[in-house]
């Protein structure tokens, strides 16, 4: 095995690719991690998911402009051709609440998200042969079973839980990676993009070391990643109120300008954005 590794990276070298095994870890490294996951949970986390260790982590977000790296631009994802839209906006790394949601708008979809560098919709022989939920979760050809699929980063201590919303960074056909053991294989050796509020709740630099694993939505404790749903009736609400010539009860309106902060308070009902 050592030695395949060594040609493998001699190779890759030469093509100028950064090949980086997706490590999981020693048993007592990732005994540890799943206890700090089973205590933030408040529960036996049972799901069989292995930890994917020290994967290099970048950031992307919903809107976000060419790069040198790539021409992308996240206007739609691998799964949802109207992401913007859905979302509300632009969700821009440098202007955000301290509860983790860009300033400009209320999203209207979970801002913590993530990519990983697999489509089961464009591979879908190799989603049933990879996929480890996939004859659970399938229902017709172009639904995607990884969509949504909740996953937990781990980085200096703390974790953090997103939802599998995109495919990236770099590559799409990478199943072996994510749901075996083969290596990252990607220009920079990043295998995992998450979104502006990932980075915040995790105090991210530019390019960190993180740990992941998927776990079940059961096993997803409280926190700001929760409640969407909710959120999602709410403005879906006003929407038709609106429509129909009458105003949003004040619970709901309540609710809604506390997503602002503390400082927001007195904004008007009519002042507030919609999506």
């Given at each position: 095995?050592?030695?395949?590794?060594?040609?493998?990276?001699?190779?890759?070298?030469?093509?100028?690719i950064v090949v980086v095994p997706a490590a999981r870890g020693t048993v007592e490294e990732v005994d540890e991690l799943t206890g700090l996951l089973e205590a933030q949970a408040g529960l036996a986390v049972k799901s069989p998911y292995p930890w994917k260790r020290n994967i290099i982590t970048t950031f992307f977000w919903i809107g976000n402009n060419r790069n040198s790296f790539t021409s992308t631009?996240?206007?739609?994802?691998?799964?949802?051709q109207r992401w913007h839209e859905n979302f509300g906006g632009e969700d821009d790394p440098n202007n955000r609440h301290k509860d983790f949601t860009p300033k400009n708008f209320i999203p209207t979809?979970?801002?913590?998200?993530v990519a990983l560098p697999f489509n089961d919709v464009k591979y879908p022989e190799m989603a049933k042969?990879?996929?480890?939920?996939y004859s659970r979760d399938f229902k017709k050809r172009m639904e995607s079973v990884c969509k949504g699929k909740w996953i937990a980063?781990?980085?200096?201590?703390?974790?953090?839980y997103g939802t599998w919303q995109d495919v990236g960074p770099f590559r799409y056909d990478?199943?072996?990676?994510?749901?075996?053991?083969?290596?990252?294989?990607?220009?920079t050796g990043a295998g995992l993009d998450v979104s502006p509020a990932m980075r915040d709740y995790l105090e991210l630099p530019g390019k960190a070391k993180c740990d992941w694993r998927f776990v079940e939505?059961?096993?997803v404790p409280p926190g700001p990643w929760i409640g969407y749903e909710e959120q999602e009736f709410i403005v879906g609400l006003q929407k038709m109120l609106r429509e129909a010539g009458k105003k949003l009860p004040k619970a709901a309106k309540e609710f809604k300008l506390r997503r602002f902060g503390e400082e927001k308070k007195e904004v008007t009902e009519d002042a507030l954005p919609m999506p």
């Open positions: 095995m050592r030695a395949s590794w060594v040609l493998i990276l001699s190779v890759a070298l030469w093509a100028g631009v996240n206007y739609d994802s691998a799964w949802d979809l979970n801002p913590f998200y042969k990879w996929v480890p939920w980063v781990h980085y200096n201590g703390r974790i953090c990478n199943a072996a990676y994510i749901f075996g053991d083969g290596p990252v294989d990607t220009p939505a059961n096993e």
